[in-house]
């Protein structure tokens, strides 16, 4: 029986406890952004790699199952258990890290992470970005990214539920 080790962007996923020591080694500028990400499609990949471009390297911060359901997206969601969803963030090439918070907000991991650019998808404005006023005070910028292919989970769970 042939055995196989694990993919190597697995060792992307960082726990919360270790985030700050492992972001300190990435190549700077860092950007940070933050998600569900529960059923990976098109805006979101399109996304990510608009806010990697902002930096030379990026963490990405996913909610845990449990602040996704405090979110109310829907009493199914997420879809995919965070598992599943730090592992198909992590196989992205244009992200460096990714990591998880359970709290309603990921300040505490902006925190850890200091990161010079903090992104958001263009559903948010600069100034609501949660760490945007931390990040900015260290000398850092806020984006928010304007959309450019209006994708939602919530659309796609809906157009499958039709079929």
Known sequence: M?????????AKICPPDQLAERAARLARPLVFTNGCFD???????????????????????LNTD??????????DRPVNRLEDRLAVMAALGCVDL?????????????????????????????ERIVGASEVLGWGGSVHSIPFLHEKSTTAL???????
Do not use: C, N
């Open 157 to 163: 769970l809906t157009k499958i539920r039709a079929l």
């Open 98 to 126: 990714v990591t998880w918070f359970d709290e309603d907000t990921p300040l505490q991991r902006v925190l850890e992470a200091r990161p010079e650019v903090l992104v958001k998808g263009g559903d948010w404005a600069p």
């Open 66 to 75: 449990a602040s996704v359901k405090r979110l109310g997206k829907g009493d």
């Open 39 to 61: 059923i990976l499609h098109r805006g979101h990949v399109t996304y990510l790699a608009q806010a990697r471009a902002l930096g030379a390297a990026m963490v990405v911060a």
């Open 2 to 10: 042939t055995t196989y080790a694990l993919p190597d962007f697995e």
